[in-house]
């Protein structure tokens, strides 16, 4: 759900992930036969969240098709705690102008109807930057500090101070990293489940054929996990074949000269063998469709995810093949009862309790403005509200 900023946040971060990564060889292992169950489990999962909603069970690295259900009822907590009365919430976004600025600001909203107090910091989208707005919050002093797609790694000393202060910290968008030092609480955007949800989509319309490559960012240790978790539950497809997974950074995907000869190159290895490229966010899908479209390749399938409006616009033109949502505004309302619940000397919740679910956008249900009402889906802010009110 985040987009992230237009300068990638790479350094320590490329370092301790891109071993996990794998290079960009060519995968050269045949495909096996079609497992069919495999195929229909798929099939089913897409049509049930085109339109609808899935959600899964567990740890979001941990998901497989097994652990992806059909929304049917409230799959987020039931209880919180009474929040505390005139908290100060201070919030750093990975950069103002982005999703993440999108995201602080609907976290501070529900904040203030809370009657807290709030202030939104800008990350300048680099690790200096993010640093900077960490000794900003520490000099303010405030109750709880929530942070919007910042990795742990890139903040560490800001982390450390706000712990000897002991101000409780709430990462969104930001995975669990095993440092020294990491938030108090961890909120996903669904970012690696809706990553599994275009390989999904691709198994599923292959009929368990699908030949693809990952295209993909590996400067975020969030889509890190997205990309390991995604290529297993590809691997489970034993009739399809991972082409390969090309690394690029943020700053190739916002150029479109660099990206039309990325997908160019793909093209001219794999002729008629790529099918479908799966990306990590709507930064330079443009690009690749344009390049796609010069070669005369429209049959290859384009899928991103976030669902981003320009996206969903293009999915709905039928120029992009598919774009995956989670539910827009709930991981705010997340990470305020995780602050909810620090501060009152609770435990938070584990991440895999938030319970947010995703949704499908294909060329049948994709609005063509790209808007899409997220409250209709499930009235979520209700539900928080209740919860709140109603805690002793």
């Not at 976290?107 to 990350?123: N, V």
């Not at 039309?260 to 790529?274: A, E, P, V």
Request: aromatic share 8%; with cysteine.
């Amino acid at each position: 759900m985040i987009r992230l900023p237009a300068v990638a946040a790479l350094g320590a971060a490329l370092l301790l992930t891109v071993a996990a990564c794998g290079d960009n060889s060519s995968a050269g292992e045949s495909p096996g036969p079609v497992n069919d169950t495999y195929t229909q489990q798929a099939a089913d999962l897409i049509k049930a969240g085109t339109g609808g909603l899935l959600y899964f069970e567990g740890a979001e690295k941990d998901i497989t098709l097994d652990k992806i259900k059909v929304y049917k009822d409230w799959s987020g907590p039931t209880k919180s705690v009474k929040p505390v009365a005139g908290a100060k919430v201070d919030i750093i976004v990975c950069k103002v102008g982005t999703s993440c600025e999108e995201v602080g600001k609907k976290a501070a909203s529900i904040a203030q109807s809370l009657g807290w107090t709030t202030k939104i910091l800008d990350g300048q989208g680099a690790p200096e930057g993010f640093q900077k707005a960490f000794s900003t919050a520490a000099a303010d002093k405030p109750n709880a500090v929530i942070t919007v797609a910042i990795p742990e790694n890139q903040v560490a000393d800001g982390l450390a101070e706000m712990k000897k202060q002991k101000i409780p910290t709430v990462g969104i968008s930001a995975v669990k990293e095993g440092g020294a030092v990491g938030f108090d609480a961890n909120v996903s955007s669904r970012e690696t489940f809706q990553s599994v949800l275009e390989v999904t989509k691709a198994i599923a319309e292959s009929k368990g054929t699908a030949k693809a490559v990952f295209l993909w960012d590996v400067g975020y240790p969030h889509l890190v996990e997205a990309l390991n978790t995604s290529k297993k539950v590809f691997a489970g497809c034993t009739g399809c074949k991972l082409l390969e997974v090309r690394e690029r950074t943020l700053a190739q995907a916002t150029d479109p000269i660099e990206m039309q000869n990325i997908t160019t190159s793909l093209i001219q290895k794999y002729g008629n063998d790529l099918q479908y490229i799966f990306t990590p966010y709507g930064n330079g899908v443009e690009s690749i469709i344009a390049a796609l479209k010069a070669a005369g390749r429209t049959d290859v399938k384009v899928m991103s995810k976030n669902a981003e409006p320009e996206r969903l616009g293009s999915v709905a033109k039928g120029d992009q093949f598919a774009d995956f949502g989670a539910v827009r505004g709930w991981n705010a309302y997340a990470a305020v009862d995780q602050v909810v619940r620090l501060l009152a000397g609770q435990q938070p919740l584990p991440d895999a309790e938030q319970g947010i679910p995703a949704t499908v956008f294909d060329k049948s249900n994709a609005p063509k403005d790209g808007k899409v009402n997220w409250d209709s889906y499930v009235n979520y802010a209700e539900r928080y509200t209740q919860m709140w009110s109603s805690a002793q």
